[in-house]
């Protein structure tokens, strides 16, 4: 006969079910798998738990983006609204730009995560209430930093049909080459007065095409985040497009990508990891916590 | 004892999890009489690449699968469904042209594969583009030049339609239709083509016997197509370059791959069927298998990327190719062509 532990660290719930005839209790654990356990084989079971306080009381996060094209010079970016690249020179308007934020934990003071279920955000600059990432009754406490991945997956790109923000009614899937579209940016630039049209749908899961790239933010001295009870703490982050163009071309040089590959890469990651998916310091910036 | 399990709900309610998972579980009883609906994987075939883990098979998903394939609501002009181009009696290939038709009569550029029992397909396309059976439809759904729809749209449409809000609800339990369940649906019915009672499997089942002529075509089959199209299936699911041309109209498989080591090459198809499919080739250049051996024997074009087990062509003699021509009509199942559960259903609406 077994005796089990269910530590709260474990972050688990529980669910029973019957079939055959048999009773099980099955254990749903964060990281996706689940124990069945024959009931009848269970002698007693204790559930220990960090601390009350920290489960019954619970609050909200909301990431709230802005959007910015450059560092420096604080353009806003905005769909229909012309754009100079710092770096590049070139003058861009977008019509698009849309992009995935997925798989998002927190990690609390105490080295504990809380995970969101179906974390998949589509964030799309002509859709305003898409950049308030809203997260729903975490427990109370202090949290360091936030988790996140900048694209989809690739069990996901691999699973078949999907739904909510995956959903293929979200132009974000090339059917010809089953996988997401992790970054779309189309619009038009300046070429000797003319307008040309561009068009960069980033995207790649696996292997040397692979974009799918895992962040952290920290929340730390005047960004730090407390969660309390019954409310919404709002965290303004500053999101810099403009890296996309750190290390590829002007858009003069190149204005379509549509499929994965080196172009789409060297645009996403950049040289030395410097590009919008991969920069550490720049391209999703805590600015403040309120 | 039983009751332990009821007091552990409680403490789910203490978790920080975001959503606790306190749904019921519910698992279909197999045997029960009233859930004889299965997928049933025939004698000597290896287990299925698609084993429904996210989209459970029921009698009313299959059903609505198959509305879904017949009817042309799914096409922009409601001009084309599913089955005008993949057509029951041709083993859900096209009517015998080399490329298909689609909306306002535009043509597409490859000629439509056989769909049959593509459970166990690892891809899906000539050149391997699609890599799961329930995101295979978004290509032709969404092609200008076959039904031309957009997902939104189609989505959109089906929302307003009385008949398949009614089905999608009594087959997935849901109000409202997303393109996943749509998805889903098609591929409940796509992945149940299954065809496994041709003259091939009843003799390997012992229960009949070949002609001498169809064991001598057997026995070369086996020395030389067998590499590629391996049985039971009667392909290997491998990309190759079978020699049509030397100089590429279509580079096939290197435009999903961006690999020039892939020029040229093409899904190797099943040969279930075969005598129903024709034309033959990736764009339907071949018209009948006497065609189609003939080239294999002593038309084939060097590449850079050529078949290794075509270098020289298989040398076939006349005899010979005609052997192997009777041995692949051993493969024709009459019972797949014309199972009425494949078939178009009657009073739609």
Known sequence: MKKILVAASMFMSLVYQVSYGQTYMKIHRNNGSTLEIPVNTIDSVTYSTISSNLVNSKGNISIDLSHKFGMMNEQTLAIGKPVVHPMKGDTMTFSKFKYFISNVKFKNADGMYWTEGESYHLVDLAKPESLNLSFKDLPAGTYTQMEYTIGVDSARNVSGAQTGALSTTNDMYWSWKSGYIMLKAEGTYKDNNADKMFAFHLGGFSGANNIVTKRTMVFEGATALTVTKDQTSTVGVEVNPGLLWHSAPSVKEVNMIHMPGAAAKLMALGDSGMGFFANPMYSFQVKSVK | ?349
């Not at chain 2, 391997?128 to 995101?135: A, D, L, W």
């Not at chain 2, 087990?309 to 692949?328: P, R």
């Open chain 2, 1 to 349: 004892m039983r009751i332990i399990p009821l007091l552990l709900i409680l403490f789910i309610l203490t978790s920080c999890k975001k959503e606790a998972i306190i749904k019921p579980v519910t698992i279909p009883n197999l045997n029960s009489d009233t859930n004889t609906f299965s997928f049933e994987k025939p004698v000597g075939f290896p287990n299925p690449f698609y084993n429904f883990s996210n989209n459970p098979l029921t009698q009313k998903g299959f059903e609505l699968g198959r509305f879904l394939f017949y009817d042309p609501i799914l096409s922009l002009d409601s001009s084309v469904s599913c089955n005008t181009c993949h057509a029951q009696q041709h083993g859900f290939s096209d009517h015998n042209v080399p490329l298909s038709k689609g909306i306002f009569g535009f043509s597409s550029t490859r000629n439509a594969p056989a769909l049959i029992n593509l459970a166990w397909s690892t891809s899906f396309m000539w050149d391997g583009g699609v890599n799961h059976i329930e995101v295979q439809p978004l290509v032709p759904l969404t092609s200008e030049h076959e039904l031309g729809e957009t997902m939104a749209n189609l989505v959109e449409k089906l929302n307003k339609n009385v008949f398949y809000k009614k089905k999608f609800k009594e087959a997935f339990g849901v109000e409202t239709i997303t393109d996943q369940k749509l998805l889903h649906a098609l591929a409940q019915f796509t992945s149940m083509l299954i065809s496994s009672n041709a003259k091939y499997d009843q003799v390997m089942a012992g229960k009949t016997n070949f002609t001498p002529q169809e064991q001598q075509g057997y026995e070369l089959f086996k020395i030389k197509c067998a590499n590629c199209h391996t049985e039971p299936l009667f392909t290997d699911y491998s990309y190759r370059n079978s020699g049509l041309e030397s100089k590429f109209k279509d580079i096939g498989r290197e435009k999903v791959t961006q690999d020039p080591a892939d020029r040229g090459k093409f899904k190797v198809p099943t040969l279930r069927n075969i005598e129903f499919t024709y034309p033959y080739m990736h764009d339907g250049r071949l018209f009948n298998l006497e065609q189609v051996l003939a080239f294999k024997s002593n038309g084939i074009q060097d590449s850079p990327t050529l078949d290794i087990s075509l270098k020289n062509g298989l040398n076939l003699s006349k005899d010979e190719q005609k052997a192997i021509i009777v041995f692949l009509k051993t493969l024709s199942d009459n019972t797949f062509i014309s199972n009425p559960k494949y078939a178009e259903p009657v009073n739609q609406q």
